[in-house]
Nanobody
Framework: QVQLVESGGGLVQPGGSLRLSCAAS????????MGWFRQAPGKEREFVGG????????DYANSVKGRFTISRDNAKNMVDLQMHSLQSEDTAVYYC?????????????????WGQGTQVTVSS
């Protein structure tokens, strides 16, 4: 089992940057693909970005391509989401999730473990 704890959310002005981190428990972190999802008020949870178990493959939602970067450090059981050029539409609760490797990075149904979420608010 994997437990996930997100951190790094907060209030940022439009055009600003934030870095979210997700700390994972367990000795098998390197066996899991990792993803970031977000949910805005009144909307469904949506895929933001994902990275495969080895860190060699990533996928991003079209809405964040070129602005967000996902990375992982298997030695530290950490996965990060660096966000630049933030817009009001990026306001949401951001969730870290873990899936057994080999699934589809952008499919929430493939993810077994979820963090509690961290709020990101983009506002002036």
């Amino acid at each position: 089992q994997v437990q996930l704890v997100e951190s790094g959310g907060g209030l940022v002005q439009p055009g600003g940057s934030l870095r979210l981190s997700c700390a994972a428990s367990g000795r098998t972190f390197h066996n899991y693909d990792m993803g970031w999802f977000r949910q805005a008020p009144g909307k469904e949870r949506e895929f933001v970005g994902g990275i495969n178990y080895a860190g060699g493959s990533t996928d991003y939602a079209n809405s964040v391509k070129g602005r967000f970067t996902i990375s992982r450090d298997n030695a530290k059981n950490m996965v990060d989401l660096q966000m630049h050029s933030l817009q009001s539409e990026d306001t949401a609760v951001y969730y870290c999730a873990a899936a057994p490797f080999g699934g589809r990075l952008n499919n929430p149904r493939d993810y077994l473990y979820w963090g509690q979420g961290t709020q990101v608010t983009v506002s002036s």
